[in-house]
C-alpha cells in the first residue's frame, strides 16, 4: 500500500469509529461519490483512495429499478467480494441488502470494468471469519454491527464466468 494511502488510512480511520462521522457520513458521501463518479466519468471513487470499492449494481426490492451503491469490499481469497451491509451503524439494513435477498443476481463495477455476480449471504458459521477478513483491512470494522444493535448482513459476491 502506498505511503500516502497508509497516512490518509491512519488519519481517517479513527474518524469513521466516531458517532460525528456515523451521523454526518451517510448525508455528505453518497452525493459527493456520486459527484466525484460524474466529474471523472466513473473512474475515481473517494472511498477507493482508502479501501477497495466497488459499485454494486442491483435491481431494487420493490420498485425494479436500478440501483447504484457505492461499496467497501473484501477480498476473500478465492476471487470473490465480501461486503457488509453496516449502514454507518444505523438501525436499519440498508437498502441494497434488501435488493440483494430479492434479486441475487447483480452487478459490479471494479477498477472500471464491470462484471456479473451473484450474491449470497454468508452463513452464519463462516460470519466470524469473514469479519476477521474484513477487520484486517479495516481494523474495527465490525463495532458498526455491535454498535447498531442488528446482525449486519454480509454477502459473498461470485462472478458469473
Not at 7 to 28: D, H, K, N, Q, S
Not at 129 to 142: H, K, V
Amino acid at each position: 500500500m502506498p505511503f500516502t494511502q497508509r497516512l490518509v488510512r491512519r488519519v481517517v480511520a479513527p474518524l469513521t469509529r466516531t458517532r460525528f462521522f456515523r451521523f454526518i457520513g451517510p448525508l455528505l458521501l453518497p452525493p459527493f461519490e456520486r459527484l466525484v463518479a460524474r466529474l471523472s466519468g466513473g473512474r475515481a471513487q473517494v472511498s477507493g483512495l482508502l479501501v477497495p470499492s466497488l459499485v454494486l449494481h442491483t435491481v431494487g426490492a420493490k420498485s425494479g429499478e436500478p440501483r447504484d451503491t457505492v461499496l467497501m469490499y473484501t477480498p476473500d481469497g478465492r476471487g470473490r467480494a465480501i461486503v457488509a451491509g453496516t449502514s454507518f451503524a444505523r438501525e436499519r439494513h440498508p437498502g441494497w441488502t434488501y435488493n440483494l435477498l430479492a434479486h441475487p443476481a447483480a452487478e459490479i463495477t471494479v477498477r472500471g470494468r464491470r462484471l456479473r455476480v451473484v450474491a449470497s449471504p454468508i452463513p452464519d458459521d463462516e460470519r466470524d471469519a469473514a469479519w476477521a477478513r474484513i477487520e484486517q483491512q479495516w481494523p474495527g470494522y465490525r463495532n458498526y454491527e455491535r454498535e447498531s444493535g442488528r446482525v449486519v448482513r454480509l454477502f459473498r459476491l461470485q462472478p458469473v464466468r
